[in-house]
């Protein structure tokens, strides 16, 4: 390898001869960065659980749906926030959660890079599906008449964002990570996006089949009034 070349490689990130003159290697572990982010995913899913058992009038499953709310309102609005704000200046950033994008970038250095779509894709999720979360916790927690109607706009814009996610970076033929690679590639990349395709599925569904209830109940009930005049 020549000089000009080992300069260009200076950083952990795929494509290899990615030209990132800012870098600063991040000082936590990978260890330390992943703790951090399960743990206080894992605290809102503990608390949200527990808020949702309260009253008893709740099923498991409904509880689960809330608790995957609480946790994309954290990851949303916190970590894809910063992102949004702080892209221009990730690389030689230090701050905590730049090195946390800066460790996941090492699955899709697309972020290191902050490329268009990336950006834009961020920006949109952290402004709208982050506060449009903890709404829907909320409303689902009070029993409002259109939580059902925030849960399909949500997982559509969840799964609609993740399709996108995949199918761009499949168009560039995984360049941007080391395809295979066990932690970055199937882990980071992979597993880490794909449960905002498996998940929002789910709960696509679910309220297709709330609100197709609703609907079915409104019409016959229309229709007795009909009859009745």
Same mark, same amino acid.
């Given at each position: 390898?020549?000089?000009?070349?080992?300069k260009?490689?200076?950083?952990?990130?795929?494509p290899?001869?990615?030209?990132i003159?800012?870098?600063?290697?991040n000082?936590?572990?990978m260890?330390e960065?992943l703790?951090?982010?399960f743990s206080?995913?894992g605290v809102f899913?503990?608390?949200?659980?527990l808020?949702?058992?309260?009253?008893?009038?709740l099923? @498991?499953?409904r #509880?689960?749906?809330?608790c995957w709310?609480?946790?994309c309102?954290? =990851?949303?609005?916190?970590?894809?926030g910063? !992102?949004?704000?702080y892209y221009?200046i990730l690389?030689?950033d230090q701050?905590?959660?730049s090195?946390?994008w800066k460790?996941?970038?090492k699955?899709?250095?697309r972020y290191?890079i902050?490329d268009?779509?990336t950006v834009c894709?961020?920006t949109?999720?952290?402004l709208?599906w982050?506060p449009f979360?903890?709404?829907?916790?909320?409303s689902?927690?009070?029993?409002k008449?259109?939580?059902?109607?925030?849960?399909?706009?949500?997982?559509?814009?969840?799964?609609y964002g993740a399709?996108?996610y995949f199918? @761009?970076?499949? #168009?560039d033929?995984?360049?941007?990570?080391?395809f295979?690679?066990? =932690?970055?590639?199937?882990?980071?990349f992979? !597993?880490?996006n794909?449960?905002?395709?498996?998940?929002?599925l789910l709960?696509?569904v679910?309220a297709w089949?709330?609100?197709?209830?609703?609907?079915?109940?409104?019409?016959t009930?229309?229709?007795?009034k009909t009859?009745?005049k």
């Amino acid at each position: 390898m020549d000089a000009s070349s080992a300069k260009k490689a200076l950083h952990p990130f795929w494509p290899r001869d990615l030209v990132i003159p800012s870098y600063v290697a991040n000082d936590r572990s990978m260890s330390e960065i992943l703790v951090f982010l399960f743990s206080v995913s894992g605290v809102f899913l503990l608390v949200t659980w527990l808020i949702t058992g309260i009253n008893g009038k709740l099923g @498991t499953w409904r #509880r689960l749906a809330i608790c995957w709310f609480a946790v994309c309102g954290f =990851i949303h609005s916190v970590i894809e926030g910063w !992102f949004s704000l702080y892209y221009a200046i990730l690389p030689g950033d230090q701050s905590f959660l730049s090195q946390l994008w800066k460790e996941y970038s090492k699955g899709d250095s697309r972020y290191i890079i902050a490329d268009n779509f990336t950006v834009c894709m961020e920006t949109v999720t952290a402004l709208l599906w982050g506060p449009f979360s903890f709404w829907a916790v909320y409303s689902f927690l009070t029993a409002k008449s259109y939580r059902f109607v925030l849960q399909l706009t949500i997982s559509l814009g969840q799964l609609y964002g993740a399709v996108l996610y995949f199918f @761009t970076e499949h #168009r560039d033929g995984y360049a941007h990570s080391e395809f295979g690679h066990p =932690i970055y590639f199937w882990f980071y990349f992979v !597993f880490m996006n794909f449960l905002w395709i498996i998940i929002p599925l789910l709960l696509i569904v679910d309220a297709w089949r709330q609100l197709s209830t609703a609907q079915t109940y409104a019409d016959t009930s229309e229709r007795l009034k009909t009859k009745r005049k």
